[in-house]
């Protein structure tokens, strides 16, 4: 413990966007029996919240590990400009080829936020209601190699 | 391992401001939270205890006493004050999150003598919270 805690900051976004579960690799039988209701054609939407989790070291002359402004603009034109009022299958690329589940759109936030250049990406959360969540914290091993 | 969560509120105003920077770097910086006359939140305090239940009464640690512990260390030094005049621990430091997050882990960590503190998060506002953990413990 010679090190002190760890201090990560956590910061909460909201985009929404509409998306429709359905698996070319499936036949429309089975994508209705695996998706049910979020096979619909016409698609439904969320409203999605992004929970960003960073951490640094924290500058003695500000008191934060990041400037909120930084962070937040990043974001904005990261994933909320790209998702906000979208429909995920028709807008965004990753999701031509992949179905947006929650599971997907987590990843694919954190892959593009993983370069964010002022803080370290600890994790990526990601709401779709408030009954079900999603984390994403990159593949550990991986991660463990690059930061020795 | 058990991990135990214990959520308090309180309320207290703050201003950022360094002497070290000019008024304008000051302003650019900090913008609204640069406010001489402060301005004020409600913060929530999830406090994470790990340990094994004692095997006569179950608990990891008895509730009532993380209940006093947060009352005497943190509630009666924190709730209703102006964090920059009035909490020596943040003297000479910025009230941001991270910086009352810490500590208030520093404030904790010796008092929690059942089980062990392992992570403590405060929100400043629903959208904004700082996380402090043990080092190494993972984020849990």
């Not at chain 2, 070290?20 to 770097?25: G, V, Y």
């Not at chain 2, 102006?82 to 003297?91: M, S």
Request: overall charge negative; hydrophobic content about 35%; glycine content about 6%.
């Amino acid at each position: 413990m010679s090190e002190g805690p760890k201090i990560e900051l956590g910061r909460r976004y909201r985009f929404s966007a509409s998306h429709r579960l359905h698996s070319p690799q499936l036949s429309e039988e089975e994508n209705c029996r695996v998706y049910g209701k979020c096979n619909n054609p016409y698609g439904h939407g969320h409203n999605y919240v992004v929970e960003v989790s960073v951490s640094g070291a924290v500058d003695p002359s500000t008191g934060m590990i990041v400037n909120l402004a930084d962070l937040d603009g990043f974001v904005q034109r990261e994933v909320i400009d790209a998702f906000d009022h979208k429909s995920l299958n028709e807008e965004v690329e990753a999701f031509r080829e992949r179905v947006p589940t929650t599971e997907y759109v987590c990843m694919e936030i954190y892959q593009r936020l993983k370069h964010f250049p002022l803080a370290r990406l600890e994790r990526v959360r990601v709401e779709e209601t408030s009954n079900n969540a999603f984390e994403y914290a990159g593949e550990e091993i991986q991660d463990r190699v690059a930061v020795r | 391992m058990v991990y135990l969560t214990r959520k308090i509120e309180f309320s207290a105003s703050h201003l950022y401001h360094n002497p070290a920077l000019s008024a304008e770097e000051n302003r650019r910086i900090f913008g609204k939270c640069n406010n001489p006359h402060g301005h004020g939140h409600n913060y929530t305090l999830e406090v994470t205890v790990a340990g094994e239940p004692d095997p006569v009464t179950g608990m990891v640690l008895d509730l009532k006493e993380l209940r006093e512990i947060l009352e005497r260390e943190i509630m009666q030094r924190m709730d209703h004050r102006f964090l920059n005049y009035e909490v020596p621990e943040l003297k000479g430091q910025i009230p941001t999150c991270e910086n009352i997050v810490r500590v208030i882990w520093g404030l904790l960590e010796p008092r929690i003598t059942q089980g062990k503190l392992h992570k403590v998060r405060l929100y400043e506002t629903p959208e904004l919270f700082a996380d402090c953990y043990r080092n190494g413990a993972g984020a849990r």
